[in-house]
């Protein structure tokens, strides 16, 4: 059993960064591939990186890369999504999830769910 936890969320002017936090619960949380998905409003869940166990891989979406990245401690149990450059289109609710999968590649694959924390970007 893992329990998420986001944080970091908040308002911000165009332009600007913002880090986003999860924690996790769990002994087994290096075993776990983590994920960012994002749901903006009237508009469906969406995939935005995902970071291997030990941190070796990652994937991000077309729509964030080179402006986010990810990362993870896990001797602290967390995973970190650096925002930089935001736009107005980056505004929604963030959700960090795990995967017991090795390279997670849809958001069924995904075992565990945060609560969400909201990005709002300003133009």
């Known amino acids: 059993q893992v329990q998420l936890v986001e944080s970091g969320g908040g308002l911000v002017q165009a332009g600007g960064s913002l880090r986003l936090s999860c924690a996790a619960s769990?002994?087994?949380?290096?075993?776990?591939?983590m994920g960012w998905f994002r749901q903006a409003p009237g508009k469906e869940r969406e995939f935005v990186v995902v970071?291997?166990?030990?941190?070796?891989?990652?994937y991000y979406a077309d729509s964030v890369k080179g402006r986010f990245t990810i990362s993870r401690d896990n001797a602290k149990n967390m995973v970190y999504l650096q925002m930089n450059s935001l736009k107005p289109e980056d505004t929604a609710v963030y959700y960090c999830a795990a995967s017991r999968r090795t390279y997670p590649d849809t958001e069924k694959s995904y075992d565990y769910w945060g609560q969400g924390t909201q990005v709002t970007v300003s133009s």
């Open positions: 769990g002994r087994t949380f290096s075993s776990y591939a």
């Open positions: 970071i291997s166990w030990s941190g070796g891989y990652t």
